[in-house]
């Protein structure tokens, strides 16, 4: 309970730093199927600042992170971006702490607010990652 709490807070309080930030609803698959919050907010023209907590059905049930999104390209009419930071699992008498690699699908579907993430979760081992966002202006 206590990992869960500061987990929160230190989220809450990074995420009250960033000043224009954008919620996003967040689901997919990560160790299991999750749904969270996460905040986006850009820092400069060319690096996004983003951050948020999960709830997952996995063995471990707080997702929290903390990286960047780096825009590549387009596909089409589809922004590319790669994403890179932090990650933990948390919970079960277990935490795990590593680092995130993703690919950033914007305006999926041709959808603006519809986001896709593909990606690896690398904290204690690999695990896939792939969820669906949209972003609430």
């Known amino acids: 309970m206590k ?11 990074l995420a009250s730093s960033v000043s224009a930030a954008v919620p996003e609803i967040v689901g997919g698959v990560r160790d299991g199927l999750a749904i969270g919050l996460q905040l ?43 994403g890179l930071g932090l990650v933990g699992y948390f919970g079960n008498n277990k935490n795990d702490v590593g680092f995130s690699l993703s690919f950033i699908f914007n305006r999926f579907l041709d959808i603006q607010p519809l986001f896709l993430e593909l990606g690896v979760d690398v904290a204690g081992h690999g695990r896939p990652l792939a969820q669906f966002g949209y972003k609430v202006y």
């Open 3 to 13: 990992n869960w709490l500061l987990v929160c807070l230190v989220v809450g309080l």
């Open 40 to 82: 986006e907010s850009s820092v400069a023209r060319n690096l996004t600042i983003r951050g948020g907590i999960e709830f997952d059905s996995g063995s471990q049930p707080v997702v929290a992170f903390l990286g960047g999104k780096i825009p590549l390209t387009s596909l089409g009419r589809m922004p590319l971006a790669l």
